[in-house]
């Protein structure tokens, strides 16, 4: 039975999703976590951050690693057909149909009106993952990660990559310095005071 919803989930999630590779991390959201509850909120942003550092597109990669987590190698299976399939036979219709009729308008409205869709899915995984940083690091600590990578990626850097890694890095190292910093009980100056 956990097969056929992996593969299920993965399937609605390929059919549904319009626009590449981040805007399908909603509709996998939907199933893994609200869905069929495999893992929360925490487990999946942690989840689609690492898969960000890894090479390819990232719905094959959510489904792959959630295919192996909840249904180990025949979940990892059909996880990969139910993500891959949808999406092969519908490119095989939809481009076959659209070089017939690329020149109409209602054709090229189509590929046009999707941006904003997408752009909004996007703003509401955004939003979810700043909700979820705070949690974690505070809302000035987010903000400042915000405005630095926007800078390094609009200024410096050439590609996401780099700073996914030097975030990594950061992570392993800073983490300790963030924790000594800002995290650190106070003393409990009491147990002195009753001495004296």
Same mark, same amino acid.
């Given at each position: 039975?956990?097969?056929?919803? /992996?593969?299920?989930?993965?399937? $609605?999630?390929?059919?549904?999703?319009?626009?590449?590779?981040?805007?399908?991390?909603?509709?996998? &959201? $939907?199933?893994? +976590?609200?869905?069929?509850?495999?893992?929360?909120? %925490?487990?999946?942003?942690?989840?689609?951050?690492?898969s960000?550092?890894?090479?390819?597109?990232?719905?094959?990669? =959510?489904? @792959?690693?959630?295919?192996?987590?909840?249904?180990?190698?025949?979940?990892?299976?059909?996880?990969?057909?139910?993500?891959?399939?949808?999406?092969?036979? #519908?490119? /095989?219709?939809?481009?076959?149909?659209?070089?017939?009729?690329?020149? %109409?308008?209602?054709?090229? @409205?189509?590929?046009?009106?999707?941006?904003?869709?997408?752009?909004?899915?996007?703003?509401?995984? @955004?939003?979810?993952?700043? +909700?979820?940083?705070?949690?974690?690091l505070?809302?000035?600590?987010?903000? /400042?990660?915000?405005?630095?990578?926007?800078? =390094?990626? =609009?200024? +410096?850097?050439?590609?996401p990559? /780099?700073?996914?890694?030097? #975030?990594?890095?950061?992570?392993?190292?800073g &983490?300790?310095?963030?924790?000594?910093?800002?995290?650190?009980?106070?003393?409990?100056?009491?147990? %002195?005071?009753?001495?004296?």
């Open positions: 039975m956990i097969y056929l919803e /992996i593969f299920i989930a993965f399937l $609605r999630s390929g059919l549904l999703c319009f626009g590449g590779g981040p805007a399908s991390i909603p509709f996998v &959201h $939907r199933e893994v +976590v609200s869905r069929y509850k495999w893992m929360n909120d %925490e487990d999946f942003a942690e989840i689609v951050a690492i960000n550092t890894l090479p390819g597109p990232i719905n094959t990669k =959510l489904a @792959g690693y959630i295919g192996y987590r909840v249904g180990g190698i025949v979940g990892l299976i059909m996880a990969l057909i139910g993500a891959v399939m949808p999406t092969s036979i #519908l490119m /095989i219709i939809m481009m076959t149909t659209l070089r017939h009729f690329s020149n %109409e308008p209602w054709a090229r @409205g189509m590929a046009k009106a999707m941006k904003p869709v997408v752009g909004v899915m996007l703003g509401v995984v @955004g939003w979810q993952f700043l +909700v979820i940083a705070k949690k974690g505070g809302w000035i600590f987010t903000m /400042i990660h915000i405005v630095v990578v926007s800078l =390094l990626i =609009l200024f +410096v850097v050439p590609h990559a /780099i700073i996914l890694v030097g #975030l990594f890095i950061w992570a392993l190292i &983490h300790n310095f963030y924790e000594r910093l800002f995290l650190q009980k106070p003393k409990d100056n009491s147990k %002195e005071d009753k001495m004296s």
